[in-house]
C-alpha cells in the first residue's frame, strides 16, 4: 500500500496549535517516482488518445455524450491531482530532485501528506483502476 500511517508523527495542525490529528499519511519519495506520477502519465495518456478515439468512433448519440461526460470527468480529476502534487512537489522539492537523480537514501525519505495530497494520491489511484479499465 502506498500510504502508511504513522501515529506518533505531529500534523501541521497540531504543531500549529490546531485540532490534533489522530495519524498523518505519509508516502516514500520513491514511491511518488516510481508509481505516483507514472500512474498520472497513464492516466493523462487515456485521456488524450483513447477517450478521444472513442468519441471519434461516435459522431453522435448517448455514448457520444457518455464519453465526453467521461473526458471531462477526468481531465478535472486530473487537474486537481496535479494542483496537489505540485504542491507536495514544490514543498519537497530538493528532497525529490535527489531522488529524480537517483540518490538511494532520499528516495526512502517518507513525506509527510496533508490532507489534500493524500486525497489526490487515493484519487489517482482510483482513476489510474478505472483508466485501465477502459483500455482493456
Not at 508516502?27 to 498520472?40: F, H, M, S, T, Y
Request: hydrophobic letters at 40%; charged letters at 30%; aromatic letters at 4%.
Amino acid at each position: 500500500m502506498i500510504l502508511s500511517v504513522n501515529q506518533q508523527s505531529l500534523s501541521e495542525t497540531e504543531r500549529a496549535g490546531c485540532a490534533p490529528s489522530m495519524s498523518q499519511q505519509q508516502i516514500r519519495a520513491r514511491e511518488l517516482r516510481d508509481q505516483i506520477v507514472p500512474k498520472l502519465k497513464v492516466v493523462e495518456t487515456v485521456v488524450q488518445t483513447l477517450i478521444n478515439d472513442r468519441m471519434m468512433q461516435y459522431k453522435q448519440g448517448h455514448e457520444r455524450k457518455r464519453f465526453e461526460a467521461l473526458k471531462s470527468e477526468f481531465e478535472l480529476e486530473v487537474m486537481m491531482i496535479r494542483m496537489n502534487l505540485k504542491h507536495l512537489m514544490k514543498r519537497e522539492a530538493l528532497l525529490l530532485e535527489r531522488t529524480w537523480n537517483g540518490d538511494d537514501a532520499a528516495a526512502e525519505t517518507l513525506l509527510a501528506l496533508d490532507e489534500l495530497e493524500a486525497n489526490a494520491i487515493e484519487r489517482l489511484q482510483t482513476l489510474y483502476r478505472r483508466a485501465q479499465a477502459l483500455n482493456a
